[in-house]
């Protein structure tokens, strides 16, 4: 409930941060600056030693933040919507939308089916899959709506289930699956604070209470919060109910290693633009080799055969130079290490957590667990959960702080606002955004 108490402190975050743009008090982002061109830079070599020990070497990461042409004036602490292509990865997206548009239908027509297939295979063997078992999509969210409403093992008495966390275009396509096919839809709350324990508990309870369901929806990495869930053994819980399990992985890949196995469930959406910083347009559908059946042809399309996992998703003509620079994006990544970037990302978030979190008044929503957080993290102001007070924070660190972040609905215990940090953010950009939150919360 809104009280006047409350409102009136939402106000005062709205009145500060109307006034607070032109002090910067807390000094300007100590972020690398950026190259005009990559033949300015030299090459990029990791130093030796283990994850842990990379990602504290500030030499190397100020080298991978000058691959990145950023915005000067704002302190970008929301990689999650984007994630930015480095400058190899733009340059390569610059020459093949060259190409695609110099050679047009030729191109298009005699020279990208090849090309489409070994983009393709590489991306199937960087997450642990078969060709055949990945199509590429637009995006995670059209991977996933294509999963959910053509998933044809749901009928009249039987329940599909997805929890508060989960992505809010995937809870409508699971209910409107529902409606469609006449099924129950069953929702649960992710504990807050979580634990692996609690975790499973939760679903636990949820699927025993449940024995009739069919369709479990989970969110890898939540949007939200930034909590990981422990997806397999999740999945080893659904999988001997019958249960099928959609994972939603779209802010997972590139930002934690991961692979299908280590997942193990049937279906995965994917996105290829957030943290593995390729342009945008270009996703990824996971059905497994042995459930394709489940999951009809895309509008009875039959441009492909009914056993292609191509004949699951149609998205007419794709956006070849996009699809072509995956391979430079993926090249990125694994100049870097998957493993020493999650190890940075992690150091960024926790940077900045372990100087809140004690803070009164903070409340931080996803633990420390090193198995349940990656970079992203969720917090709000104690007691503060309204769209309007989270909102207005998001508001104030932006215009009185020049840190730009976001805030985020739909959670059972009330929104909150999304902190990302990227791999051209640095220590002290961590540190002013945790003295931005401390000088916030002494407000009351």
Same mark, same amino acid.
């Given at each position: 409930?809104?009280?006047?108490?409350?409102?009136?402190?939402?106000?005062?975050?709205?009145?500060?941060?109307?006034?607070?743009?032109?002090?910067?008090?807390? !000094?300007?982002?100590?972020?690398?600056?950026?190259?005009? @061109?990559?033949?300015?830079?030299?090459?990029? @070599? #990791?130093?030796? !030693? /283990?994850?842990?020990?990379?990602?504290?070497?500030?030499?190397?990461?100020?080298?991978?933040?000058?691959?990145?042409?950023?915005?000067?004036?704002?302190?970008?602490? $929301?990689?999650?919507?984007?994630?930015?292509?480095?400058?190899? &990865?733009?340059?390569?997206?610059?020459?093949?939308?060259?190409?695609?548009?110099?050679?047009?239908?030729?191109?298009?027509?005699? $020279?990208?089916?090849?090309?489409?297939?070994?983009?393709?295979?590489? %991306?199937? @063997?960087?997450?642990?899959?078969?060709?055949?078992?990945?199509?590429?999509?637009?995006?995670?969210?059209?991977?996933?709506?294509?999963?959910?409403?053509?998933?044809?093992? &749901?009928? #009249?008495?039987?329940?599909?289930?997805?929890?508060?966390?989960?992505?809010?275009?995937?809870?409508?396509?699971?209910?409107?699956?529902?409606?469609?096919?006449?099924?129950?839809? %069953?929702?649960?709350?992710?504990?807050?604070?979580?634990?692996?324990?609690?975790?499973?508990?939760?679903?636990?309870?949820?699927?025993?209470?449940?024995?009739?369901?069919?369709?479990?929806?989970?969110?890898?990495?939540?949007?939200?919060?930034?909590?990981?869930?422990?997806?397999?053994?999740?999945?080893?819980?659904?999988?001997?109910?019958?249960?099928?399990?959609?994972?939603?992985?779209?802010?997972?890949? !590139?930002?934690?290693?991961?692979?299908?196995?280590?997942?193990?469930?049937?279906?995965?959406?994917?996105?290829?633009? =957030?943290?593995?910083?390729?342009?945008?347009?270009?996703?990824?559908?996971?059905?497994?080799?042995?459930?394709?059946?489940?999951?009809?042809?895309?509008?009875?399309?039959?441009?492909?055969?009914?056993?292609?996992?191509?004949?699951?998703?149609? /998205?007419?003509?794709?956006?070849?130079?996009?699809?072509?620079?995956?391979?430079?994006?993926?090249?990125?990544?694994?100049?870097?290490? %998957?493993?020493?970037?999650?190890?940075?990302?992690?150091?960024?978030?926790?940077?900045?957590?372990?100087?809140?979190?004690? &803070?009164?008044?903070?409340?931080?929503? /996803?633990?420390?667990?090193?198995?349940?957080? !990656?970079?992203?993290?969720?917090?709000?102001?104690?007691?503060?959960?309204?769209?309007?007070?989270?909102?207005?924070?998001?508001?104030?660190?932006?215009?009185?702080?020049?840190?730009?972040?976001?805030?985020?609905?739909?959670?059972?215990?009330?929104?909150?606002?999304?902190?990302?940090?990227?791999?051209?953010?640095?220590?002290?950009?961590?540190? =002013?955004?945790?003295?931005?939150?401390?000088?916030?919360?002494?407000?009351?």
């Amino acid at each position: 409930m809104t009280t006047r108490r409350s409102f009136m402190k939402d106000a005062a975050l709205l009145g500060a941060a109307s006034v607070g743009a032109a002090s910067m008090a807390l !000094g300007t982002s100590a972020q690398a600056e950026p190259a005009d @061109s990559l033949g300015a830079l030299p090459p990029l @070599s #990791p130093p030796a !030693g /283990t994850p842990s020990e990379v990602a504290r070497d500030e030499s190397f990461w100020k080298k991978v933040a000058e691959r990145y042409r950023v915005k000067r004036d704002v302190t970008n602490m $929301e990689a999650g919507y984007f994630g930015m292509m480095a400058l190899p &990865v733009l340059e390569a997206y610059h020459r093949n939308i060259d190409r695609a548009n110099r050679d047009s239908s030729f191109f298009a027509r005699r $020279e990208f089916p090849a090309l489409h297939q070994q983009v393709r295979a590489r %991306v199937a @063997s960087f997450i642990g899959a078969k060709p055949t078992e990945i199509a590429f999509s637009r995006n995670a969210t059209e991977a996933l709506q294509a999963l959910i409403s053509q998933y044809n093992k &749901v009928g #009249p008495g039987d329940t599909i289930m997805y929890a508060d966390l989960d992505y809010n275009a995937m809870q409508w396509a699971m209910n409107e699956l529902a409606a469609r096919r006449g099924a129950t839809l %069953v929702t649960l709350d992710i504990p807050e604070p979580a634990s692996h324990s609690a975790i499973i508990a939760a679903y636990t309870k949820a699927l025993d209470a449940n024995p009739k369901t069919k369709l479990l929806l989970l969110t890898h990495c939540n949007n939200k919060t930034g909590l990981l869930l422990p997806v397999k053994d999740i999945v080893a819980l659904a999988r001997p109910r019958g249960v099928d399990v959609v994972v939603d992985a779209a802010h997972s890949f !590139g930002q934690v290693p991961l692979s299908m196995a280590q997942l193990d469930a049937d279906f995965v959406g994917l996105n290829l633009h =957030k943290w593995i910083g390729a342009p945008i347009g270009v996703g990824a559908m996971y059905i497994r080799e042995d459930k394709l059946s489940s999951i009809d042809r895309a509008h009875a399309d039959e441009s492909a055969p009914s056993t292609s996992i191509d004949s699951r998703l149609h /998205t007419g003509t794709v956006n070849f130079a996009a699809i072509l620079t995956v391979a430079d994006a993926l090249d990125f990544q694994a100049t870097i290490g %998957v493993e020493n970037k999650s190890a940075r990302l992690r150091l960024l978030r926790d940077r900045w957590v372990n100087a809140v979190r004690d &803070v009164p008044g903070v409340d931080i929503l /996803t633990p420390d667990d090193a198995a349940l957080v !990656g970079a992203l993290t969720g917090f709000r102001l104690h007691g503060r959960g309204s769209a309007a007070a989270n909102q207005a924070l998001a508001k104030t660190l932006l215009d009185e702080f020049g840190i730009f972040t976001f805030y985020r609905t739909g959670l059972a215990k009330g929104d909150c606002v999304r902190v990302t940090p990227a791999l051209y953010n640095s220590l002290a950009d961590a540190d =002013k955004l945790a003295a931005a939150i401390k000088t916030i919360a002494a407000r009351g």
